[in-house]
């Protein structure tokens, strides 16, 4: 790249001058490329030590004058070739002009002024696109993808000087995290230590401090463990680890949330020496934060933060801490922590002013919402910017036609009237109601007709007593009411009440009934998500009623399973409301669907909460709070399942051995996780634990599974088994109770754990929080996702692991394959499809992977990482002829035509070439020259032989697969691999797999006989595949002995089926009458046919290729003649006698005498398989073919087993483990020559 000039005092330090003239000198780094010897060795460990590569390229040009000792320099390339490109221009360009100049200063300031000139042409052009990082990131980026040979869509992200710790030895080097990969380079006295890690693969990823390794980071994988230390900066390089890492993670888990995480927003303008990726990856993090922090919807995006203080009424005082400005909400966070938190929706928002400033209020900024209440911020650095970005947010906000507001929810949740029956209509929300609002009541859900429309079920079956009727719990309960109305009048209610420490202490001594499906919707954030969708789940109900699916058969099983011992549940009313609730969810996220313990967890907000209110709550839960909790593999309660673990190692030393030694944790934390303890404890005590979910989070779970087991330590200890253990905390949670709760008491049906003993004594369920919170309180969010990240890590993989145990078990064993060589397959062929995601088309690739899928089918591959695979894997190496092999064999392997295959199709392809003995390995090799492997387009005379190929139902099938192969028409594409991926009905797999475990043995005699061109498709596939074996010549003379007598037999067999007419016609030619128009092919010493020349097979034994002038030139094959009825073994001439002049041969000559030298080939060759086709190509379809000749198998088969040398070439073993770990190798450790080229450049 062109420099600005800048001057250099000693100019030969370090650099070798490689030309000059008398204006400029080109220079190379000593330590790269040819010669160098100490110093050049010395130079280029200097350079990765010390990162000057990356300032000061290999290459430069210096300007010189001839009396003056100081240079400038100009240019600066990475390569030879860049820096060469430069060094023309100049010659061209500036010489002749600079020799005009008679002062040495002008020529040096002509110079300078062009170099400028053309710098800032270069950046004008380069200015539209914004996302380019300049200078040494590009630098960086550019030596990143030669050094590991990654392609253009692999970016770097960063990257930072480092040790890497090989052995007892650090190697310093330099750190590059990209999107997919971990990448390590060092070239230290001629060592050079190259790394490449997939993040997928990263099993454990930790920031450390051992006496060893001081402040380092552990990267572990299956196979080896990695120390990186002696970071500038280790915490900003760990986070951006995380990130990636997570990345990763969430592609293993979930195809479309890794594209979604893939769509990146773009900076504005970039920073120097900073990736744009990096900036990306920062400002996610700062969103989930944001989002997490104040429990935003997940569309939502931090646009900035500022200090400021918040003035706070309630105890008068000027609260430090940070504004956050989004899209759609303004936050405030105190620095001490339960100090107070605020949330302002803008849709709220009525007047933003700027106050008068003063020396007690400096740039204060006064914000009123339409509950009247008025929040004033002050010491705001930039008050007018950011009164201007909140206007621009104000103005965007889309129109609140009565979005509704919680005073409407209070008023639709009033008690109903003493008297009143459930089935009555109940009381409509004060206040208009938009149309679109899902209370409208034309639905047959709607207010008017079913009461869980506009409140909970609680209010509609249970009949309050009058207070004072329930004695002390009625006093308790009219007390936390007051406690809540005071707390409401000083703090505010709604979405902007200021919560404080004071909010968590109300919370914590238990949410009246009244107030608790409000609170619960505030709590979330469910209701900000409630009010900005009105309708959308009034549309969900109507779109998915009356459909099916697998999700909905599992909702109706569990139905009548769902806290069956609730009035509420025990008739039709509460079943319909909860079936529509999940039904509604599992369509709006087919994702998660359905899974066992939503049924439970959701009947409980219906008592609380109408069912638009329920359904938003259920989404708040499944989609933020308790992330991935409800997916087929229930990955986020492992992962919290795995933090109790941590947790219980730290907090209770004691009791974590012996709990891993009964297997305890595994089976009680699932079930205490996943329904929020609603299923281990009776209803009206979890429910007090849910209260303090919705407002702390998946911390007060934790905190109170470690109570549960700290209060029965003594007994756990001295338990014996597993079943006892669960005995007794079953017992124990039994008998957790609410002697405050106002409702009738509710039978639990958990476990009924009575073993004869007197029952444990009752413990009251505020007493449990209490000593939660005293004992285990110091859990910080913060700790939690840390530790959350460390153990979705070991999770994925787990489940990674199991799900390649069970594909490995469901090949069959007569693959031939080892378990080991299946596993190392499949970690290539995972590896394969994963690089098609990292690499390919983003929305084809996602389409292939479906977590509800079977394990089997959810990795699979395209034509393309196929060819890749096959190239790497095959012992069939056919040179230039490979990839088409690969596309036959792929072909025949897509059994179902959806251009994808899976594993087992393709360790089975992979198995009929390595396994099996002489025969096993012809059959499969044959089978890829004839139809569905072999296309129309590849063997013209496919349509022709339909009388041999009674299997082959549709010829269109094929030419499908050729317009794919050919024209990649993505629409085609798209649209079969959606067919392919939809998930199928059970029960097609039940028959797919009877089908499978029915013996199919298929026999020699089952396999259609071959054509004539066919056939010379096969011979050219035996050409190609003998050219790098040892034995050459010798397979080159057998296979032509083998062609010949095959040819003659084929010429026999003709004789039996051919019409009479054709017979004599047959008899009227000879083989010397032919000998003479055939060009004399090369000849060895013995007389034998020569095998084609490597240039030839390489050009004519590519797969497709035909040959001719014109029509009135193309050649009819031979269609009569005896077994010797032709001069050498596979001359096919035509019997017009005007065309004995013509020396243009038919294609089937070209391949099966490899005698047809270059200049044969002409103008007109075309190759078919690609869309364009030549006149010719179509005019000579059906009249070029011996539609009459044919060969079986069984000949072949009788042919080839005649020349030994064949013979002990297929029957050969190869051995695959060695081919799968040149394909899996990650690590290279070499040395290099100082004086020559560093090695890794080339990729």
């Given at each position: 790249?062109?420099?600005?000039?800048?001057?250099?005092?000693?100019?030969?330090?370090?650099?070798?001058?490689?030309?000059?003239?008398?204006?400029?000198?080109?220079?190379?780094?000593?330590?790269?490329?040819?010669?160098?010897?100490?110093?050049?060795?010395?130079?280029?460990?200097?350079?990765?030590?010390?990162?000057?590569?990356?300032?000061?390229?290999?290459?430069?040009?210096?300007?010189?004058?001839?009396?003056?000792?100081?240079?400038?320099?100009?240019?600066?390339?990475?390569?030879?070739?860049?820096?060469?490109?430069?060094?023309?221009?100049?010659?061209?360009?500036?010489?002749?002009?600079?020799?005009?100049?008679?002062?040495?200063?002008?020529?040096?300031?002509?110079?300078?002024?062009?170099?400028?000139?053309?710098?800032?042409?270069?950046?004008?052009?380069?200015?539209?696109?914004?996302?380019?990082?300049?200078?040494?990131?590009?630098?960086?980026?550019?030596?990143?993808?030669k050094q590991f040979g990654m392609p253009e869509g692999e970016k770097l992200v960063n990257y930072y000087s480092c040790s890497y710790w090989k052995g007892r030895v650090p190697r310093q080097g330099w750190l590059y995290l990209t999107v997919n990969h971990l990448c390590f380079y060092s070239f230290l006295l001629g060592k050079e230590v190259s790394l490449v890690v997939q993040w997928v693969d990263v099993t454990r990823l930790e920031k450390n401090a051992t006496l060893l390794f001081p402040e380092s980071i552990r990267v572990d994988t299956?196979?080896?463990?990695?120390?990186?230390?002696?970071?500038?900066?280790?915490?900003?390089?760990?986070?951006?680890?995380?990130?990636?890492?997570?990345?990763?993670?969430?592609?293993?888990?979930?195809?479309?949330?890794?594209?979604?995480?893939?769509?990146?927003?773009?900076?504005?303008?970039?920073?120097?020496?900073?990736?744009?990726?990096?900036?990306?990856?920062?400002?996610?993090?700062?969103?989930?934060?944001?989002?997490?922090?104040?429990?935003?919807?997940?569309?939502?995006?931090?646009?900035?933060?500022?200090?400021?203080?918040?003035?706070?009424?309630?105890?008068?005082?000027?609260?430090?801490?940070?504004?956050?400005?989004?899209?759609?909400?303004?936050?405030?966070?105190?620095?001490?922590?339960?100090?107070?938190?605020?949330?302002?929706?803008?849709?709220?928002?009525?007047?933003?002013?700027?106050?008068?400033?003063?020396?007690?209020?400096?740039?204060?900024?006064?914000?009123?919402?339409?509950?009247?209440?008025?929040?004033?911020?002050?010491?705001?650095?930039?008050?007018?910017?950011?009164?201007?970005?909140?206007?621009?947010?104000?103005?965007?906000?889309?129109?609140?036609?009565?979005?509704?507001?919680?005073?409407?929810?209070?008023?639709?949740?009033?008690?109903?009237?003493?008297?009143?029956?459930?089935?009555?209509?109940?009381?409509?929300?004060?206040?208009?109601?938009?149309?679109?609002?899902?209370?409208?009541?034309?639905?047959?859900?709607?207010?008017?007709?079913?009461?869980?429309?506009?409140?909970?079920?609680?209010?509609?079956?249970?009949?309050?007593?009058?207070?004072?009727?329930?004695?002390?719990?009625?006093?308790?309960?009219?007390?936390?009411?007051?406690?809540?109305?005071?707390?409401?009048?000083?703090?505010?209610?709604?979405?902007?009440?200021?919560?404080?420490?004071?909010?968590?202490?109300?919370?914590?001594?238990g949410i009246p009934e009244s107030l608790r499906g409000e609170l619960w919707l505030l709590f979330s954030g469910a209701w900000n998500e409630m009010v900005t969708h009105p309708g959308y789940y009034t549309e969900l109900v109507e779109k998915s009623r009356g459909r099916y699916s697998l999700a909905t058969e599992e909702i109706e099983r569990d139905l009548h399973r769902s806290m069956p011992e609730h009035p509420a549940f025990q008739n039709e009313l509460g079943i319909a409301a909860l079936r529509r609730v999940l039904t509604a969810y599992?369509?709006?996220?087919?994702?998660?669907?359905?899974?066992?313990?939503?049924?439970?967890?959701?009947?409980?907000?219906?008592?609380?909460?109408?069912?638009?209110?329920?359904?938003?709550?259920?989404?708040?839960?499944?989609?933020?709070?308790?992330?991935?909790?409800?997916?087929?593999?229930?990955?986020?309660?492992?992962?919290?399942q795995g933090i109790f673990e941590e947790l219980t190692r730290d907090f209770l030393p004691r009791l974590s051995e012996k709990m891993q030694d009964l297997g305890v944790i595994s089976s009680i934390s699932l079930s205490w996780f996943l329904t929020l303890f609603l299923s281990v404890m009776p209803f009206e005590s979890a429910v007090v634990i849910v209260d303090c979910f919705f407002y702390e989070g998946i911390k007060v779970i934790l905190q109170v599974a470690l109570a549960v087991l700290d209060a029965n330590m003594e007994q756990l200890?001295?338990?014996?088994?597993?079943?006892?253990?669960?005995?007794?905390?079953?017992?124990?949670?039994?008998?957790?109770?609410?002697?405050?709760?106002?409702?009738?008491?509710?039978?639990?049906?958990?476990?009924?754990?009575?073993?004869?003993?007197?029952?444990?004594?009752?413990?009251?369920?505020?007493?449990?929080?209490?000593?939660?919170?005293?004992?285990?309180?110091?859990?910080?969010?913060?700790?939690?996702?840390?530790?959350?990240?460390?153990?979705?890590?070991?999770?994925?993989?787990?489940?990674?692991?199991?799900?390649?145990?069970?594909?490995?078990?469901?090949?069959?064993?007569?693959?031939?394959?080892?378990?080991?060589?299946?596993?190392?397959?499949?970690?290539?062929?995972?590896?394969?499809?994963?690089?098609?995601?990292?690499?390919?088309?983003?929305?084809?690739?996602?389409?292939?992977?479906?977590?509800?899928?079977?394990?089997?089918?959810?990795?699979?591959?395209?034509?393309?990482?196929?060819?890749?695979?096959?190239?790497?894997?095959?012992?069939?190496?056919?040179?230039?002829?490979?990839?088409?092999?690969?596309?036959?064999?792929?072909?025949?392997?897509?059994?179902?035509?959806?251009?994808?295959?899976?594993?087992?199709?393709?360790?089975?392809?992979?198995?009929?070439?390595?396994?099996?003995?002489?025969?096993?390995?012809?059959?499969?090799?044959?089978?890829?020259?004839?139809?569905?492997?072999?296309?129309?387009?590849?063997?013209?005379?496919?349509?022709?032989?339909?009388?041999?190929?009674?299997?082959?139902?549709?010829?269109?099938?094929?030419?499908?697969?050729?317009?794919?192969?050919?024209?990649?028409?993505?629409?085609?594409?798209?649209?079969?691999?959606?067919?392919?991926?939809?998930?199928?009905?059970?029960?097609?797999?039940?028959?797919?797999?009877?089908?499978?475990?029915?013996?199919?043995?298929?026999?020699?005699?089952?396999?259609?006989?071959?054509?004539?061109?066919?056939?010379?498709?096969?011979?050219?596939?035996?050409?190609?595949?003998?050219?790098?074996?040892?034995?050459?010549?010798?397979?080159?003379?057998?296979?032509?002995?083998?062609?010949?007598?095959?040819?003659?037999?084929?010429?026999?067999?003709?004789?039996?089926?051919?019409?009479?007419?054709?017979?004599?016609?047959?008899?009227?030619?000879?083989?010397?009458?032919?000998?003479?128009?055939?060009?004399?092919?090369?000849?060895?010493?013995?007389?034998?046919?020569?095998?084609?020349?490597?240039?030839?097979?390489?050009?004519?034994?590519?797969?497709?290729?035909?040959?001719?002038?014109?029509?009135?030139?193309?050649?009819?094959?031979?269609?009569?003649?005896?077994?010797?009825?032709?001069?050498?073994?596979?001359?096919?001439?035509?019997?017009?006698?005007?065309?004995?002049?013509?020396?243009?041969?038919?294609?089937?000559?070209?391949?099966?005498?490899?005698?047809?030298?270059?200049?044969?080939?002409?103008?007109?060759?075309?190759?078919?398989?690609?869309?364009?086709?030549?006149?010719?190509?179509?005019?000579?379809?059906?009249?070029?073919?011996?539609?009459?000749?044919?060969?079986?198998?069984?000949?072949?088969?009788?042919?080839?087993?005649?020349?030994?040398?064949?013979?002990?070439?297929?029957?050969?073993?190869?051995?695959?483990?060695?081919?799968?770990?040149?394909?899996?190798?990650?690590?290279?450790?070499?040395?290099?020559?100082?004086?020559?080229?560093?090695?890794?450049?080339?990729?």
């Amino acid at each position: 790249m062109w420099l600005g000039p800048e001057e250099v005092l000693v100019a030969h330090a370090l650099w070798v001058t490689e030309r000059a003239n008398p204006f400029f000198v080109l220079q190379r780094r000593r330590g790269h490329g040819k010669g160098g010897g100490l110093t050049g060795l010395l130079v280029g460990t200097l350079d990765v030590v010390l990162d000057s590569s990356a300032r000061v390229a290999p290459y430069r040009i210096l300007h010189q004058t001839q009396d003056a000792q100081v240079y400038w320099t100009v240019a600066s390339g990475s390569s030879r070739k860049e820096i060469t490109k430069h060094w023309e221009w100049l010659e061209s360009n500036l010489l002749q002009t600079l020799s005009i100049f008679d002062s040495q200063e002008d020529i040096t300031t002509f110079v300078k002024g062009k170099i400028h000139g053309i710098i800032a042409e270069e950046n004008k052009n380069l200015q539209p696109q914004g996302d380019e990082d300049p200078g040494k990131f590009k630098e960086a980026e550019l030596k990143m993808r030669k050094q590991f040979g990654m392609p253009e869509g692999e970016k770097l992200v960063n990257y930072y000087s480092c040790s890497y710790w090989k052995g007892r030895v650090p190697r310093q080097g330099w750190l590059y995290l990209t999107v997919n990969h971990l990448c390590f380079y060092s070239f230290l006295l001629g060592k050079e230590v190259s790394l490449v890690v997939q993040w997928v693969d990263v099993t454990r990823l930790e920031k450390n401090a051992t006496l060893l390794f001081p402040e380092s980071i552990r990267v572990d994988t299956r196979d080896k463990e990695l120390f990186f230390s002696m970071f500038l900066n280790i915490g900003e390089t760990f986070k951006l680890m995380e990130q990636l890492a997570n990345l990763a993670m969430r592609q293993l888990l979930d195809s479309e949330g890794f594209l979604e995480d893939k769509a990146l927003p773009r900076p504005i303008r970039p920073h120097r020496n900073t990736s744009a990726l990096k900036r990306d990856l920062d400002a996610r993090a700062k969103n989930e934060c944001y989002r997490a922090t104040f429990r935003l919807p997940k569309d939502e995006r931090l646009d900035g933060h500022t200090s400021c203080t918040l003035w706070t009424p309630f105890n008068k005082l000027h609260n430090p801490g940070q504004m956050f400005i989004s899209n759609n909400y303004i936050c405030f966070a105190s620095k001490e922590e339960d100090a107070c938190h605020l949330i302002i929706p803008l849709r709220e928002v009525t007047i933003v002013e700027k106050a008068d400033s003063s020396s007690v209020l400096p740039s204060p900024l006064s914000i009123s919402t339409k509950s009247k209440m008025t929040f004033l911020f002050a010491n705001l650095k930039d008050r007018d910017f950011l009164v201007q970005r909140i206007s621009d947010f104000l103005q965007k906000t889309p129109s609140r036609q009565q979005m509704g507001s919680l005073g409407e929810r209070r008023a639709s949740t009033a008690d109903p009237a003493p008297g009143s029956f459930p089935g009555a209509s109940q009381e409509l929300p004060q206040g208009p109601i938009s149309p679109s609002s899902p209370l409208c009541g034309h639905l047959s859900f709607s207010a008017q007709e079913v009461p869980t429309a506009s409140q909970g079920l609680l209010k509609v079956f249970q009949r309050h007593l009058p207070m004072e009727d329930l004695g002390p719990k009625g006093a308790k309960e009219r007390a936390k009411e007051e406690a809540w109305d005071i707390h409401f009048f000083e703090y505010g209610r709604g979405m902007c009440m200021y919560r404080t420490a004071r909010t968590r202490q109300l919370v914590l001594k238990g949410i009246p009934e009244s107030l608790r499906g409000e609170l619960w919707l505030l709590f979330s954030g469910a209701w900000n998500e409630m009010v900005t969708h009105p309708g959308y789940y009034t549309e969900l109900v109507e779109k998915s009623r009356g459909r099916y699916s697998l999700a909905t058969e599992e909702i109706e099983r569990d139905l009548h399973r769902s806290m069956p011992e609730h009035p509420a549940f025990q008739n039709e009313l509460g079943i319909a409301a909860l079936r529509r609730v999940l039904t509604a969810y599992a369509f709006r996220n087919p994702t998660i669907g359905y899974c066992q313990a939503m049924n439970i967890v959701t009947s409980v907000l219906l008592l609380y909460g109408s069912e638009e209110e329920a359904f938003w709550l259920l989404v708040a839960l499944c989609e933020r709070m308790l992330p991935d909790y409800y997916n087929t593999r229930v990955v986020g309660a492992l992962v919290d399942q795995g933090i109790f673990e941590e947790l219980t190692r730290d907090f209770l030393p004691r009791l974590s051995e012996k709990m891993q030694d009964l297997g305890v944790i595994s089976s009680i934390s699932l079930s205490w996780f996943l329904t929020l303890f609603l299923s281990v404890m009776p209803f009206e005590s979890a429910v007090v634990i849910v209260d303090c979910f919705f407002y702390e989070g998946i911390k007060v779970i934790l905190q109170v599974a470690l109570a549960v087991l700290d209060a029965n330590m003594e007994q756990l200890l001295n338990c014996s088994d597993e079943g006892e253990a669960m005995t007794v905390l079953g017992r124990y949670l039994d008998n957790v109770v609410n002697k405050q709760s106002i409702s009738p008491p509710i039978p639990h049906l958990h476990a009924l754990l009575t073993s004869g003993d007197d029952p444990p004594a009752e413990v009251d369920i505020f007493d449990l929080l209490k000593v939660s919170y005293e004992k285990f309180s110091n859990l910080r969010a913060e700790d939690i996702e840390q530790m959350r990240f460390k153990q979705r890590l070991k999770v994925i993989q787990s489940l990674e692991d199991t799900a390649k145990r069970s594909v490995v078990r469901a090949i069959p064993v007569d693959i031939g394959f080892s378990v080991e060589e299946l596993e190392d397959l499949y970690v290539v062929f995972k590896a394969k499809h994963l690089a098609s995601q990292y690499w390919g088309s983003s929305r084809t690739a996602a389409n292939r992977r479906d977590p509800s899928l079977p394990s089997l089918e959810q990795y699979r591959i395209g034509a393309t990482e196929f060819r890749e695979l096959f190239a790497s894997l095959t012992p069939w190496a056919c040179g230039s002829h490979t990839p088409v092999l690969a596309g036959r064999m792929f072909r025949l392997l897509d059994q179902n035509k959806d251009l994808l295959i899976n594993f087992k199709e393709f360790v089975t392809g992979m198995s009929a070439m390595y396994h099996g003995d002489l025969t096993d390995k012809l059959k499969a090799l044959y089978k890829l020259h004839l139809p569905p492997a072999l296309t129309p387009e590849e063997a013209e005379s496919a349509l022709e032989a339909t009388s041999y190929f009674t299997e082959d139902s549709s010829s269109e099938e094929a030419l499908l697969q050729e317009e794919r192969e050919g024209s990649g028409n993505e629409d085609v594409q798209e649209k079969k691999e959606e067919k392919g991926t939809s998930p199928p009905d059970y029960q097609h797999y039940l028959c797919m797999w009877a089908k499978e475990k029915e013996a199919q043995k298929e026999t020699i005699k089952d396999l259609p006989k071959m054509n004539q061109e066919q056939f010379i498709e096969l011979c050219k596939t035996l050409y190609n595949m003998f050219s790098e074996d040892s034995r050459e010549q010798d397979l080159y003379h057998a296979i032509a002995t083998v062609a010949s007598l095959l040819l003659r037999i084929g010429e026999v067999g003709k004789k039996f089926s051919a019409p009479t007419g054709r017979k004599a016609r047959g008899k009227a030619h000879t083989a010397e009458e032919a000998q003479p128009l055939t060009p004399e092919p090369q000849r060895d010493s013995t007389g034998t046919p020569q095998p084609p020349a490597a240039g030839d097979a390489q050009g004519r034994a590519g797969g497709d290729i035909h040959l001719g002038k014109a029509t009135q030139e193309s050649q009819a094959v031979v269609e009569g003649g005896g077994g010797e009825g032709r001069g050498s073994p596979c001359q096919l001439l035509s019997d017009d006698d005007e065309a004995k002049d013509d020396v243009s041969v038919s294609s089937y000559s070209v391949v099966s005498t490899g005698s047809l030298q270059c200049e044969d080939l002409t103008d007109d060759t075309v190759l078919v398989g690609g869309e364009a086709r030549s006149p010719m190509a179509s005019s000579r379809t059906g009249g070029t073919v011996d539609a009459d000749w044919c060969i079986s198998f069984e000949q072949i088969l009788a042919s080839i087993l005649t020349e030994s040398v064949l013979v002990n070439f297929f029957e050969k073993k190869v051995d695959i483990g060695l081919k799968i770990r040149d394909q899996k190798k990650v690590e290279r450790q070499f040395s290099t020559a100082s004086d020559q080229e560093q090695p890794g450049a080339s990729g």
